[in-house]
């Protein structure tokens, strides 16, 4: 009990020290606003520009959940068809590691010329998908592969189809890999729309990466900070809902004592 | 039942043959033999899982019958509850949902497990899950059961209380079996007829009647030794070589 107490506590208190030691260095030490604000000056700007930054974090979460959305249905589905035949596979996996490792910043001029600099939004939707598509996609096939032998022998016992297969077995077996690659997707997904938004810039909608561009041409460093942390809450919200969702339908996976 | 005619399987390197061998209907034959003797190998034979590379395997009146196989873990999804796992070879053949799940309910009760219908294979302990994975074999009116090596992981007192049932379900249904097993004692104890196998490659060595009373007193009756020393010195004699 007093342990589980501690592993709450000690990170919070840790976390208080460091704002207060923060707060104090920057006034005891006259660091300026524009180099690094005192926390509270961060807290007044998010007070302040709250409607602007809200609105950012909404955009934001949009695409990234959109992209999130759109890149694990594609991986899932693109893995299922590597499962149904080899080839398919041999020919589209060199495809897919080609997209993985080539860093996003290089490709956005291209994908913003293809959709037109007027749909910059398509185009980091786009180069969101393109970063989280990965991770799900080599996690799914992994788990479709790993599959227990016996368990692939009981379902050719019983001849089972292709379709039963996949619907009975694979895919449910293949479900906390899933979830394993999807829970590294949405940070990467969140990565890809700040950075995309980043290179292409925003179109009509300001996400938060416009945000902390905007407050840096300004030097309003404690809005830039404000834009920082709200990016990093939604990373963490973001993340603990993935987690959730992952022990709410792991509840009954329980590989190791079965 | 079975029969198997010049049977050869080769992977990289020769796994088995020849193996030449008939499996009588209804009978429960056991197959002993040291690790990689291809005890597996024959099973898997057997269930038509994987083809020899040549020979041929024949069932009786030339129609392949119902198989159950009973692996050496309980091969249970995890996701399933215990009845869903028993319904599904069922659902797998498409048959009859009502009438499968009356035979699914029947054969749990038979292993001991009513209740447990709907927990989850990890609520379960190592023998129940194996109760489970018997269950869902017999719930297909198997006239052949493979079991590999099925009571290896259990321990003594669950083994000795799952052999007993076994020998009762056998007993009571027409059914031939087929038992892969490192264990004397409970290849005697479990069997009408025992196989010891020699390794690389697998081949028949001995193949031994065992017409002795099935009784757990036995293991205390002079016959009954006489029989686990004879196949023990066989497979000593194995691995000495």
């Not at chain 1, 149904?84 to 996996?93: A, F, M, P, V």
């Not at chain 1, 293809?114 to 096939?141: H, K, Q, R, S």
């Not at chain 1, 300004?218 to 993340?239: M, N, Q, S, W």
């Not at chain 2, 796992?85 to 069922?90: G, S, T, Y």
């Amino acid at each position: 009990m007093i342990k589980r107490f501690l592993s709450f506590l000690a990170p919070f208190f840790t976390f208080i020290l460091l704002l207060c030691s923060w707060e104090l260095l920057v006034s005891f030490q006259n660091i300026p606003k524009y180099i690094l604000p005192a926390p509270t000056d961060i807290f007044s700007s998010i007070l302040l520009n709250y409607e602007d930054l809200l609105l950012s974090t909404f955009i934001t979460f949009r695409i990234t959940i959109l992209a999130f959305l759109v890149a694990s249905f594609l991986a899932i589905f693109i893995a299922i068809l590597f499962s149904q035949s080899k080839i398919i596979e041999l020919s589209l996996y060199p495809i897919a590691v080609i997209f993985q490792v080539t860093p996003v910043v290089a490709i956005a001029p291209l994908i913003l010329i293809w959709v037109g600099l007027d749909n910059a939004e398509y185009a980091i939707l786009i180069l969101a998908i393109i970063v989280a598509f990965f991770p799900v996609l080599a996690n799914t096939n992994l788990g479709i592969r790993s599959v227990e032998k016996n368990l692939s022998e009981l379902f050719s016992l019983y001849e089972a189809t292709r379709f039963k297969r996949l619907f009975k077995l694979q895919l449910p077996y293949a479900l906390p890999f899933i979830l394993t690659g999807m829970k590294t997707s949405i940070g990467l997904a969140l990565i890809g729309a700040v950075v995309a938004e980043f290179v292409a810039g925003s179109g009509t909608s300001t996400g938060l990466a416009w945000r902390i561009i905007e407050a840096g041409n300004r030097l309003d460093v404690p809005k830039l900070f404000a834009a920082l942390i709200l990016l990093v809450v939604l990373g963490i919200i973001l993340f603990l809902l993935m987690s959730l969702i992952e022990k709410l339908l792991l509840r009954r996976w329980d590989f190791d004592k079965n | 039942m079975l029969k198997f005619n010049k049977i050869y399987k080769q992977y990289d390197t020769p796994i088995l043959g020849p193996i030449n061998l008939e499996i009588e209907k209804d009978s429960f034959v056991s197959i002993l033999g040291s690790s990689g003797a291809g005890k597996s190998t024959l099973l898997r034979l057997a269930s038509n899982l994987i083809q020899p590379t040549s020979g041929s395997i024949e069932y009786l009146s030339n129609k392949k019958p119902n198989i159950g196989f009973v692996f050496q873990d309980p091969t249970l999804l995890p996701w399933r509850s215990v009845i869903d796992n028993v319904l599904l070879p069922a659902e797998l053949t498409s048959k009859n949902a009502k009438l499968s799940k009356e035979k699914a309910f029947f054969w749990l009760s038979k292993v001991g497990l009513e209740g447990k219908e709907n927990s989850l294979p990890n609520q379960l302990s190592g023998g129940q899950k194996m109760r489970v994975s018997i269950a869902r074999a017999m719930a297909q009116d198997c006239s052949l059961l493979l079991m590999d090596e099925p009571f290896a992981a259990l321990d003594e007192v669950s083994r000795n209380k799952l052999e007993d049932d076994l020998l009762d379900i056998w007993e009571k249904n027409k059914l031939t079996v087929l038992f892969v097993t490192h264990s004397v004692t409970e290849a005697v104890y479990l069997s009408q007829r025992v196989l010891v196998m020699s390794s690389s490659p697998g081949k028949i060595l001995d193949d031994v009647i065992v017409t002795e009373k099935k009784s757990r007193d036995d293991s205390q009756n002079h016959e009954f030794f006489l029989k686990i020393n004879h196949l023990t010195n066989i497979l000593k004699k194995e691995s000495d070589e």
